[in-house]
Structure formats: C-alpha cells, structure tokens
C-alpha cells in the first residue's frame, strides 16, 4: 500500500484544522499509555488507503488522541467514521470536527475496551485502525477488538500501529497466525512520535492486515488482567477474587503468576478465576 498525495489546498485547509482541534487535546495521558503520533504521520495514516476508497465505507478508530479521524474526515466521505475512546476529551474534539469541519458521519463511542465489544460494533466495518498499549497483553486485547469490529465477508482491512521490543514481529507473527489473519505489508518505523515511548524510542512500526472469513479473536469476552505499560512492569500486581479476597502477584509471594493463582484457586471460596487486576484505570 502507498500513501496517496494530497493538492497543497487540502494540506493547508489539514494543518489548519489540526492546529484549531489539537488546542482541545492537550498533553498526552501516559497512564493510557498516549504518546502522539506526529501530524505528518497522522497524515500518512489516513492516505494509507484512496480517499475515494474510503467512501460510503465504515471506518472505526480504536483509541485516535493523534487525530488521525481529522485527515480522514476530511479527505473523504465515508458512509461511518467511528472514533472508540476512554479519554475524556474526545468527545469535544469530536464535536469539533462534526461541527467545525463539517464531517458529518463522525461520532464517538465510549467504550472501554477492556469490556467486551458492543454487540451492534461486530463485524461491521471496512477499516479498522489501531495503536494499542505497548505491552503483549495490549496488543492482544486491542487486536481481539479490532478482528471482532472488522467485516469478516469483505476484503477488510486492520491497520496496527506497535512497536516494544526486538520480538515485537515474532509476536505480531503469532497473533496473526492464531487470529487467523493475512498480513500484507509492514512499514518499519512509519509512525514518528512527538513523545518519547516508555522504551525511550521515536518511532514505531505499522502492520497492514487482511480479514478473513474464518478470522476470529483469541479474546472475545472481557479481560481483567494489566494492560498498559505502567501496569505490565509494576509488581506487586493486585487481585481480587469474587467473594472479596485480595491477593499480590510477584516473585517473593505465595503466586508468582496469576496462573499460579487460578490454578491453586481462592482460598477462602475455592473459586478458580478470573481474578479482577486492581488497576489504577477505573473501567469506564
């Protein structure tokens, strides 16, 4: 896939809007591990596809604090243009953008992703965009949600902005395989940050995926365990089981792992799991 060139009106009517939207946006929330995307990549995010293919098409974003909705919104006139968030600035630069910049499909979605998907959201649309937590349990949830929002009859498309460690490709490989998805290209280092990610780096890969028929999520009910970054390194890791009874997950505990835990079951009432993680992100 290549990015599609834009006439230097557009670009100029693009940087505008962008400049009047980001004012409402303010600093990133590294606790939802946030980190913006620069302007120019948010650009090539949108061109990925024809703005002509985008047409009387659904398109959802799963997180868009980098505006990539904006570009899209205004290049093209997509039947559904779906923004999915937690934060809680998006609905008013949401607002912005129907009203403002006249992008009439657009709307927000408030939905935590960590809580299954909507029902009504289900294999419902052409493009999915995504840039999960940095983190291997992120990339799985976030890429769960993308595969059960994507059309499963239609040439549907996934595109995953990630990027932690050296394995990040075997572990992208992986999901891929066992989400039963195409993967058509990948673009080394495409997304440039004006932030610094939690592993220090400036730049992050982009996957462009193909749905299939038969591809199907690994997580299609809620998930209870640490998401994001500051979540995944920081231990003890608090649990709660049902009947109310705390427990910590680390090396010098009696459970080392939460599957120490669900395996051993609660003391008190015997139950085996799912064990709620206390993260500090109350569930929306």
Same mark, same amino acid.
């Given at each position: 896939?290549? =990015?599609?060139?834009?006439d230097e009106e557009t670009k100029t009517k693009m940087n505008?809007?962008?400049? %009047? ?21 948010? /650009?090539?995010?949108?061109? %990925? ?12 974003? /799963? ?5 990539? *909705?904006?570009?899209?919104?205004? *290049? ?9 968030? /937690? ?66 009859? *239609?040439? *549907?498309? /996934? ?17 891929? =395989?066992?989400? =039963? ?89 015997g139950y085996k799991g799912p064990f709620l993680y206390g ?6």
């Amino acid at each position: 896939m290549t =990015n599609f060139p834009l006439d230097e009106e557009t670009k100029t009517k693009m940087n505008q809007a962008f400049d %009047l939207v980001e004012a409402s946006r303010g600093e990133p929330d590294k606790e939802l591990d946030q980190y913006y995307i620069t302007k120019d990549s948010s /650009i090539k995010r949108a061109l %990925l596809v024809d703005p002509e293919s985008y047409h009387g098409k659904r398109i959802i974003l /799963i997180g868009d604090m980098d505006l990539t *909705s904006l570009f899209i919104g205004m *290049s093209s006139k997509p039947k559904d243009l779906a923004v999915l968030d /937690i934060d809680r600035r998006i609905p008013e630069i949401v607002f912005k953008m129907k009203f403002d910049h006249k992008i009439r499909n657009i709307r927000f979605i408030n939905h935590d992703f960590r809580i299954r998907m909507i029902a009504v959201l289900k294999n419902q649309f052409d493009y999915v965009f995504l840039e999960p937590p940095m983190t291997k349990e992120g990339l799985e949830l976030g890429l769960s949600r993308a595969v059960q929002c994507a059309k499963k009859d *239609s040439l *549907s498309k /996934i595109f995953l902005s990630f990027d932690i460690k050296q394995e990040k490709e075997s572990l992208v490989e992986s999901l891929i =395989n066992k989400m =039963n998805l195409e993967k058509v290209e990948i673009k080394e280092e495409f997304n440039n940050y004006d932030y610094s990610t939690p592993l220090g780096k400036k730049n992050s890969d982009l996957f462009v995926l193909s749905v299939k028929p038969n591809s199907e999520e690994t997580i299609p009910n809620h998930y209870f365990g640490p998401t994001y970054y500051r979540e995944c390194i920081k231990f003890p890791q608090p649990y709660r089981c049902k009947c109310g009874e705390n427990y910590s997950i680390r090396k010098d505990e009696e459970f080392t792992t939460i599957n120490d835990l669900e395996e051993s079951g609660c003391s008190k009432c015997g139950y085996k799991g799912p064990f709620l993680y206390g993260s500090s992100i109350e569930i929306e």
